[in-house]
C-alpha cells in the first residue's frame, strides 16, 4: 500500500514525547519509544519520555531509559482512577515538556490527557497516533481522538485498511510502517547441521491474548511425535509465564526436556539469541507486524508464524519463511518438520529472510522517515479540542460491527488471484 511521504527540511528543537502508560515494562509499544528516543536524543532533538507506573510493580521485566533522555513521572490513573482530578494532574506532567510533538501510544488516559491539553495548549502541540495493532481498543482510540491526531501510523497494510474504514476522512493522514531494527553488518551466519537439534525460538510476551504462548506446548508435542530433534526456547514475560511454567513441568520427560522458559531477555542482548536460532515462532491470532519476528530475520533466522496481520508484506511463503493459517498447528509442524530435514533450504530461507529486512526494515531509514513526518506535523495547523465535548473516551468499546469481517476483507483482497 502506497502512502504519500510527507516532507520536511529541518525539525525544529521541540520535544518529542512518548508516553509509557504500562510503565518501563517490556512491550513492542515500549522498546519502539526508546529506539526512537534514542534516534532522537543522537540528532541533537530534545525527546522525553512520560513514565507512567507500572501496573504490576515489581512482577514485569523492567526496561531502561536511554542516557541524556528526560523522564517525567507521571501520577497513577488506572482504571475507574481516570477521574476529573486524576486526568488534571497526568495532563499537568504531560504540559512539563510543551511545546512538543505527542505520542500517546496505547491508553485510553494517554490520549485522554493529550485532548485535555489540546483545549487550551493546541498552539503549542502535535500529536501522533500509533495503530500499534488490530485489537479493537486501538482503533477506538484513534476513532474518538482523531479530532487532535495529525499523523496516523499504522503498523501493517491490515491495520491501516482497517482504520481507513474508521476514519475514511483522514485516509491521507495515514501512514503505513512498521517497527524498524538493527541490521547485523554481517549476514554470514551458520546454522543447525544435519543430526543437531533444530533451535526455535519463541520470543514476545509471555499471554494468552493474542500471542496465545499455551500453543507452542502441543506444537512441541507434534514436533516429538514427527521425531524431530529440536529445543525450543521460550523468552519473554507476561502474565502466562507462571500457568506456561506449570504446564512444562507436567509434561512427558520426553517432550519436557525439548522446552527451556527462560524469562526476559534485555532487548540489547536478543541480537545474540537470534544469531544461533534456526527458526522464530509465533502462534498469534492478532499482530500488528511483530517486531520480534523483523529482529529474527535480520539475523538470518526463519520465521514460521501463523497467518496474521503483517505477515503478507515481509514473509513470502516457501521463500524466506512459512506461513500457516491461524489454529493450524499440523502445517506450522510440517513446515518445522521441512527445515529440520532440509539444512540447506534452512539457510537459504534465512539469507533471504536477511536480505529482505535489510532491503525495506533497517532502522537508520526509519528514523530519517519518522523525522520527516514530525516535521510535517508541526507544518500542519493546531487541532483544538472541543471542550464541550468528553475527553475520556467512556467505558471498555463494545466491538465495532463487522471488524472481524473487515479484516477479513482485507486478507480476501491480498489472496485474491490477479
Known sequence: MTRRRPSGTHMDKKSVAFALPMGLTLGGSNIWSLQMAEALRDSGHA??????????????????????????????????????????????SYAEVLPAVFIPNITTAAYAACAQLAVRHAEGMRIIGIAHGQGELHLQWLKYYEPVIHRFIAVS?????????????????????????????????SYSAAGQPLQIVYAGRITNHEKRVHLLIPLAEALVKRGVDFRLRIIGDGGFRWGLNKAVREL??????????????????????WAVADVC?????????????????????????????????????????????????????DHIVKLADDRSLLATCGRRGHEKIAAGYALADYRSWFL?????AWDDKPRAWDASRPVVMSGRPSPRPGVW??????????????
Open 157 to 189: 497494510d491490515e491495520v491501516a485498511e482497517l482504520l481507513q474504514e474508521s476514519i475514511p476522512h483522514r485516509t491521507g493522514d495515514i501512514f503505513t510502517k512498521a517497527c524498524a531494527v538493527d541490521i547485523p553488518p554481517d549476514s554470514n551466519r
Open 281 to 333: 515462532v509465533l502462534v498469534s491470532d492478532r499482530e500488528g507486524t511483530a517486531v520480534s519476528m523483523l529482529e529474527a530475520m535480520a539475523h538470518g533466522c526463519v520465521p514460521v508464524v501463523t497467518r496474521v496481520s503483517g505477515t503478507a508484506a515481509v514473509v513470502e511463503h516457501g521463500v524466506n519463511g512459512f506461513v500457516s493459517d491461524i489454529d493450524d498447528l499440523e502445517a506450522m509442524t
Open 47 to 92: 525527546p522525553a519520555l512520560l513514565q507512567h507506573p507500572p501496573i504490576a510493580k515489581g512482577r514485569l521485566f523492567a526496561l531502561e531509559a536511554p542516557a541524556g533522555v528526560r523522564c517525567i513521572p507521571c501520577p497513577w490513573v488506572y482504571g475507574s482512577r481516570l477521574g476529573r482530578d486524576a486526568l488534571r494532574s497526568l495532563a499537568q
Open 252 to 273: 512427558p520427560p520426553e517432550v519436557q526436556k525439548h522446552i527451556a522458559v527462560e524469562g526476559p531477555c534485555p532487548p540489547k542482548e536478543m541480537a545474540a539469541v
Open 405 to 418: 469481517s473487515a479484516l477479513g476483507r482485507v486478507f480476501a483482497r491480498r489472496e485474491a488471484p490477479a
Open 372 to 376: 520527516d513526518l514530525i516535521q510535517a
